[in-house]
Each structure stands twice: as C-alpha cells, then as structure tokens.
C-alpha cells in the first residue's frame, strides 16, 4: 500500500524547493509531482505542494524507512 506526503511550501524559490526534495527523497519518498497556487496579482506562485509516496512495507513504526 502507498502513502503519501504533501509537503507546503509558503516560500516558493529554487532553494526551497530544492531543500523540500532533497530532505524528504533522502528519507526514502519518492517524488511524485508538484502544484503551484498563484495569485491573480502575480506571475510568480503564493504556494508550492511537494507530493511523495512510499510502500508502507518499508516504514517503521517512527515513519523513518526501515530497510531494503
């Protein structure tokens, strides 16, 4: 069974986004897709949403990945 992560970024930059990917694919998700929210008033988006699964049968009971 896979479970899912949404990650929220307020700050939406290169560097935040950068940061949000390598934090939570270091911890064994996967990167699965990213939503922008924009504003009417701006080119650039308000809100980033980060989504990553993983397979349940590799997590331990703190959420951290147990093994191969």
Do not use: C, H
Request: net charge negative; glycine share 8%; aromatic share 10%.
């Amino acid at each position: 069974m896979l479970t899912y992560k949404v990650i929220e970024l307020s700050i939406v930059s290169e560097e935040t986004i950068e940061a949000a990917l390598n934090k939570w694919v270091a911890k064994g998700w996967q990167y699965d897709g990213t939503q922008f929210a924009m504003r009417e008033s701006s080119k650039r988006p308000a809100m980033a949403f980060i989504l990553f699964t993983r397979d349940d049968g590799l997590v331990g009971t703190d959420g951290e990945l147990t093994g191969d």
